[in-house]
């Protein structure tokens, strides 16, 4: 092998580049010095010779009739060749096809011209590995990469990561709990890959993404990985805390037990990864209501109930005492919650409810005595503590209350028929309601 071949092998491996493509670039190098020494209008095309380790320049002309050229066309002796001397040359020649003829004389390369030779190849070079690059690091879209913090620039950090460097945009990080310093080990998600024409490839990374933490769990997590846990959904506020909705399709593995690990290994090396990050690992429900309960854990919810399904929202009331845990520190607890369900979610204490439904059913009553009707029961009278009924619908409860039937003896005069056309009533409500009314009559 001689030592062109030698240095076109080296750089192919330096740069993970294959033969061919390093070659094409040396053919166009030497073509570029060519145009630049002879100046001509000449098409030049160059074949690298193997045997000798040189690129051959070639003249290419392409086969016309001059007389039936396009209008818009003229004759041009340095790339056409008339049909009629092509002929001599190649008996079964067509119009329209390329003759290649070898250069009268190989150029001499001057400093000039193998100046212009160098940097066409290095270009050649870098847009060939770019293009590599960039195909190889789009097949790692939306997966874990590992480097090296090389330089920070305008808190965006510089990462090396083998073949190319990755950006770490300051948007990306989680600055309220990490601080990475030049040369520290780093792990990261590829989230954007951009093809650019100048300075290459550019991979941007993320370290603040909910889908970090998931992939992290896929690499813990033996059962996320092959298919038998599911990740149902991530909702984080990066740095503070996450909530994981997990589901198993094998009733015998427990979803969240999977995920925790033996001795809470899994979770504790996710943990150990965001830098103390609290996660809660959640189990999804297919039942809405459920699903809100399980997300606000570990508050325990009275009832929730749904607001306006078009704009989705519900209503979550709790006892006191629970309050402030659903909530959470600066309303974290629900904001998570709300954003893993999908729902806008408004906490409300029970006390806080009671007084809505006093205010809603005061405001009822004056408007009935505005328009001459009569209130057989003031509002302070009325007994609204009808959450703890077994089997009845909290949109029942609420309308009893509004409508002033919230005793014994109201619901005693109050026909059954009256009661089914209450919204969400059925007869299974019906008979707890009545049951509830004797109780209460009697005592």
């Given at each position: ?233 991530v909702a984080r506020d ?26 809470g290994m899994r979770v ?135 409508k002033g039937w919230a ?37």
């Amino acid at each position: 092998m001689n030592e062109i071949l030698q240095a076109i092998e080296m750089v192919g491996r330096e740069k993970g580049l294959g033969r061919e493509i390093i070659i094409e670039a040396l053919e166009e190098a030497m073509v570029a010095a060519a145009k630049k020494v002879l100046k001509t209008n000449k098409k030049i095309i160059g074949h690298f010779n193997p045997d000798n380790g040189e690129v051959e320049l070639f003249s290419l002309m392409t086969v016309v009739d001059p007389e039936n050229l396009p209008e818009e066309e003229e004759f041009n002796e340095d790339v056409h060749l008339p049909y009629d001397e092509a002929l001599r040359l190649a008996p079964d020649i067509e119009i329209g096809d390329a003759l290649e003829f070898p250069l009268e004389s190989t150029p001499q390369m001057g400093r000039i011209a193998a100046q212009q030779a160098k940097q066409v190849l290095t270009q050649k070079i870098r847009e060939a590995e770019r293009e590599i690059i960039y195909e190889e690091f789009k097949e790692k879209l939306g997966t874990i990469i590992n480097g090296i913090v090389k330089r920070v620039e305008r808190g965006n950090l510089i990462v090396d990561i083998g073949r190319t460097e990755a950006i770490l945009p300051i948007s990306e990080q989680v600055r309220r709990t990490e601080r990475f310093a030049q040369g520290e080990r780093i792990r990261a998600l590829i989230v954007e890959v951009r093809d650019q024409a100048k300075g290459g490839s550019q991979i941007v990374l993320s370290r603040s993404r909910p889908e970090f933490v998931s992939k992290l769990f896929l690499m813990e997590v033996p059962e996320i990985y092959d298919g038998t846990v599911m990740i149902k959904g991530v909702a984080r506020d990066a740095g503070e805390r996450t909530k994981i909705a997990v589901a198993s399709k094998d009733k015998e593995v427990d979803p969240i037990g999977a995920c925790i690990g033996m001795r809470g290994m899994r979770v504790q090396a996710v943990t150990r990864e965001l830098r103390g990050e609290k996660i809660d690992i959640i189990s999804f429900k297919e039942d809405l209501t459920d699903y809100v309960k399980a997300s606000l854990a570990p508050a325990v919810i009275t009832r929730v109930e749904v607001i306006d399904t078009e704009t989705k929202r519900m209503e979550v009331i709790v006892s006191e005492d629970q309050l402030s845990l659903c909530i959470g520190k600066k309303g974290q607890n629900v904001k998570l919650a709300g954003e893993l369900v999908g729902w806008e979610l408004s906490v409300k204490s029970e006390s806080t409810k009671k007084e809505e439904l006093l205010a809603a059913m005061a405001s009822g009553k004056a408007q009935e005595a505005a328009e001459g009707g009569e209130s057989e029961q003031a509002p302070e009278d009325v007994e609204v503590a009808l959450p703890d009924i077994p089997g009845v619908p909290v949109k029942v409860l609420e309308a009893i209350v509004l409508k002033g039937w919230a005793n014994g003896e109201a619901l005693a005069e109050i026909s059954d028929e009256e009661l089914l056309a209450l919204p969400q009533m059925n007869e299974r409500a019906l008979k707890a309601l009545r049951a509830w009314a004797g109780e209460r009559r009697d005592s």
